[in-house]
């Protein structure tokens, strides 16, 4: 299997290239499962964060990025899930259709985590932004939430998301063409 040589918070990781189109493929980056990676990445991306006072990412792979920020920082965390549970009291939601997805996801978030985004300054985190259509969504239900958008970070920045100037990131990722 071909690979893209990671080099990533003083780590290395070797990432699978994986094909998305006909013409397009991408270095597989999955933090989940990798301590050690996420620790180190967390890290160093809080040293480019403004401040904040709570974190906020989508559910699935931006989960241990988020968490891991919150535990070194000691600030809260809140998790915009992908479908409304029978729990979720009140729901604001958005949809997204990300770069790794075949189809539309929503993104949701219920009263209680509401609340926590209300008036606070938010951090928008997540482990890669490609086409910016998650990091869109986050925004929208901040916004939606009362929260103060202050920052946007990511492990990696892949292909043109390198070249924003309203995110902070630790590295870019390319797009591989065919």
């Given at each position: 299997m071909e690979t893209y040589t990671l080099h990533v918070a003083g780590l290395t990781r070797e990432l699978p290239i994986c094909p998305i189109s006909d013409t397009m493929s991408i270095a597989a980056f999955i933090m989940l499962g990798d301590?050690?990676?996420?620790?180190?990445?967390a890290k160093?991306?809080?040293t480019k964060c403004p401040d904040f006072d709570v974190l906020l990412t989508a559910e699935c792979k931006g989960i241990p990025l988020a968490y891991e920020m919150s535990a070194m920082s000691g600030k809260p965390h809140v998790i915009a899930r992908k479908e409304k549970k029978v729990y979720t009291i009140d729901p604001i939601e958005v949809v997204v259709r990300s770069i790794t997805t075949q189809h539309?996801?929503?993104l949701v978030l219920g009263r209680e985590d509401v609340e926590k985004l209300r008036g606070k300054r938010v951090m928008i985190v997540d482990d890669v932004i490609s086409t910016g259509e998650s990091l869109e969504a986050l925004e929208k239900l901040t916004e939606a939430a009362g929260g103060i958008i202050c920052g946007r970070?990511?492990?990696l920045a892949e292909g043109d998301a390198a070249k924003r100037e309203d995110i902070v990131f630790l590295?870019?990722?390319p797009l591989i063409f065919a």
């Open positions: 301590v050690e990676l996420t620790k180190a990445t160093e991306l809080l539309e996801q929503k970070g990511a492990v590295e870019e990722l």
